[in-house]
């Protein structure tokens, strides 16, 4: 019973927190309001027995991805208004539309048993040796080491990528020049 | 009152739509990355519903890749952003971002 009233709380934390992110007019507040739906998530994780995840869901995601968030925002500063006036004008009201028919279909399918599975294809959640993070430990490393690998590898490309982006060249390269004749070009 | 996938994967579809729509209707970039998060989260808790009901261990594990997958996304499409305000440096919108050139 607990259970049930856990869900629906965290179930109306996160829905509302998650509407407050879409119609923030500050990114700030938006960022906060994240945060609240990632925690929220991560007892809902909790609930449905995968206690890992809801430490890494708090570790990673409100505590590196949404700081990150944050270290832009505030390094980019928070004063741009949005404008509201949009360039297609019917995009907005057709957004809308297409989200509510697209959770039609998906309340549809929820509500009918078509996902099939092989049960237990990769053992059972809890097999009797050990907790939730042996288990996820487990799979992880023998099912999944192939693919476990090349997220090292997706993770060492991202980071590159970002640094090479975000990078500031103190020396005249063939960079800088391009950006002043760029500007020069776009001037008149 | 039992506790059912279903009650999951309804709060799950909920959470993904708010996401999209918010992606299309908000025209700040930064905005648009946190919908693009709700929409994974969301997908998330899909997968641990599944992993649940079908007592199968992999669901958690594939949530693993989906959190490596968006820290990447995050870490490169946050760093497109501060590069293009160090060039523009004028606000971050979608729409002055149109042009495919710096």
Redesign the interface.
């Known amino acids: 019973?607990s259970?049930?009233v856990i869900?629906f709380l965290m179930?109306a934390l996160?829905?509302g927190a998650?509407?407050g992110?879409?119609l923030?007019k500050n990114?700030v507040h938006?960022?906060l309001l994240?945060v609240t739906?990632?925690v929220a998530?991560a007892v809902?994780?909790v609930?449905?027995?995968?206690q890992?995840?809801a430490a890494?869901?708090v570790i990673?995601?409100a505590g590196?991805?949404v700081v990150?968030?944050l270290f832009?925002?505030m390094?980019?500063g928070v004063d741009?208004q949005?404008?509201l006036s949009?360039?297609v004008r019917i995009?907005?009201p057709a957004?809308?539309l297409?989200?509510?028919i697209?959770?039609a279909e998906?309340?549809f399918l929820?509500?009918h048993h078509w996902?099939t599975?092989a049960?237990?294809?990769?053992?059972?959640?809890d097999d009797g040796s050990g907790g939730?993070v042996e288990?996820?430990a487990r799979?992880?490393f023998t099912?999944?080491l192939w693919?476990f690998e090349v997220?090292a590898v997706?993770?060492v490309?991202?980071?590159i990528?970002?640094?090479v982006?975000?990078r500031?060249s103190n020396r005249p390269t063939t960079d800088d020049v391009d950006?002043s004749s760029?500007e020069k070009v776009s001037a008149p | 009152m039992k506790l059912t996938d279903t009650y999951f994967l309804t709060f799950a579809a909920l959470l993904f739509t708010i996401g999209a729509v918010g992606l299309l209707v908000r025209r700040n970039v930064l905005v648009m990355f946190m919908c693009v998060e709700l929409m994974l989260n969301a997908v998330n808790v899909t997968f641990v519903a599944f992993s649940k009901t079908l007592n199968d261990i992999s669901g958690q594990a594939i949530v693993f890749f989906v959190l490596v997958v968006a820290a990447a996304e995050v870490a490169v499409g946050l760093a497109i952003i501060v590069a293009i305000f160090r060039r523009r440096r004028s606000g971050v919108t979608a729409d002055d971002i149109d042009l495919l050139k710096g």
Not at chain 1, 119 to 125: D, I, N, T
């Open positions: 019973m259970e049930v869900f179930a996160a829905l998650a509407l992110v879409v923030a990114p938006s960022a994240l739906v990632l998530i809902l994780f609930v449905q027995d995968a890992l995840l890494v869901q990673v995601y590196a991805i990150l968030f832009v925002i390094l980019l741009e949005e404008s949009d360039p995009q907005r957004a809308i297409l989200g509510v697209a959770l998906v309340l929820t509500g996902a599975g049960e237990k294809a990769r053992g059972a959640l939730n288990r996820v799979s992880l099912e999944f693919p997220t997706l993770l490309a991202a980071v990528g970002s640094v982006l975000a500031r950006e760029g």
